[in-house]
């Protein structure tokens, strides 16, 4: 996938370009609908598939808030979207002169001059330009008018819930992990550099990696069952997320236990995917009932990764049988 930080770019031999536009945050099923179809018109008018996203995210300029904490960072973003197999990604700077442009403006000079689409992807309840004005009425009028198609997807639904980066934060914030994974189509995840260790968890039995530099959404404050990846490694854990009650911190922290490996993180940049909430923090009367309920947390995790691995091998063995026969 080729990233152009400009809107301005060569088009030879002047294929026909398919583009779809938006935030992209977490990349969800919704996101992953509207690039696969870009990948598929594309294919079938033997032109060049793209999406078009901001930086920083709008919501950071509307609301003057550029601390605003999101699914993922651009690196992850650009990442998830190569993954939907297209081939430019063009990242346009979000700014209050473009947040107050208008929705014809925008159009004639962004999509038609410079990038000459043939086809606009866009999802039912799409709109762009000052106040989102320019909603998908508006764009299938546009369109028709300077000569791109405009290509509706229909919303994507989980169990009857609208997909929605809205949802997937909400999820998060309530500790429902389940439910976040099933929207973003995989683990929600975060990522920080392990910082030095307070000795808390190794005094315990536990030794735990602290987590810093987290640009990404905090999930709601408990202990999960989750897998660390680290130096092209992927390995069972345990996470806490929160103040350590029982010891009186004030500050949120996130501490990964690695199960049944001794590895020296210091320093590494570790990816923790959320697998499920075992419990919320809670304070405990002494630092023996502590260590208990420390024990059963592993335990319930040691026994979630051993029901995955079992279930893994017998869809193994049932697909090998199906080629077999």
């Known amino acids: 996938m080729k990233i152009l930080e400009s809107t301005k770019f060569s088009n030879k031999p002047g294929k026909p370009l398919v583009l779809t536009i938006g935030n992209f945050d977490g990349v969800h099923l919704a996101h992953r609908a509207l690039l ?49 197999r297209i081939e430019l990604l063009f990242w346009l700077r979000f700014d209050d002169a473009l947040a107050g442009t208008s929705a014809r403006d925008f159009v004639t000079r962004v999509l038609y001059n410079d990038l000459r689409i043939a086809a606009l992807v866009a999802g039912h309840d799409y709109s762009l330009g000052r106040d989102k004005e320019g909603n998908l009425a508006f764009l299938q009028e546009i369109g028709a008018e300077l000569g791109f198609d405009v290509i509706e997807v229909p919303r994507q639904e989980v169990d009857g819930i609208v997909v929605s980066s809205t949802k997937v934060r909400e999820c998060l914030l309530n500790g429902n992990i389940g439910l976040a994974s099933d929207l973003l189509g995989r683990p929600y995840s975060i990522t920080g550099t392990v910082g030095r260790y307070s000795g808390r968890g190794h005094g315990l039995g536990f030794p735990t990696a602290n987590l810093v530099s987290i640009e990404t959404l905090l999930p709601q404050n408990g202990v999960y069952i989750t897998q660390s990846h680290v130096d092209g490694g992927t390995f069972h854990s345990v ?53 208990r309920q420390i024990c059963s947390d592993v335990d319930q995790a040691r026994e979630f990764f051993h029901i995955q691995e079992h279930e893994s091998l017998n869809r193994r063995s049932v697909d090998y049988k199906s080629v077999k026969a």
């Open 36 to 84: 696969d179809t870009v990948v598929k018109t594309a294919e079938r008018l033997g032109g060049l598939s793209g999406a078009l996203t901001f930086e920083p995210h709008p919501l950071k300029v509307l609301l003057k808030n550029p601390n605003i904490k999101l699914l993922a960072t651009s690196k992850e973003r650009a990442a998830l979207i190569e993954q939907s």
């Open 239 to 291: 996470t806490n997320i929160g103040h350590h009650p029982t010891f009186f911190s004030e500050t949120t922290s996130v501490e990964t236990h690695i199960l049944d490996h001794q590895i020296d993180l210091y320093g590494k940049s570790v990816k923790i995917s959320f697998l499920k909430r075992l419990r919320p923090e809670r304070r405990f009367s002494s630092r023996e009932e502590l260590i």
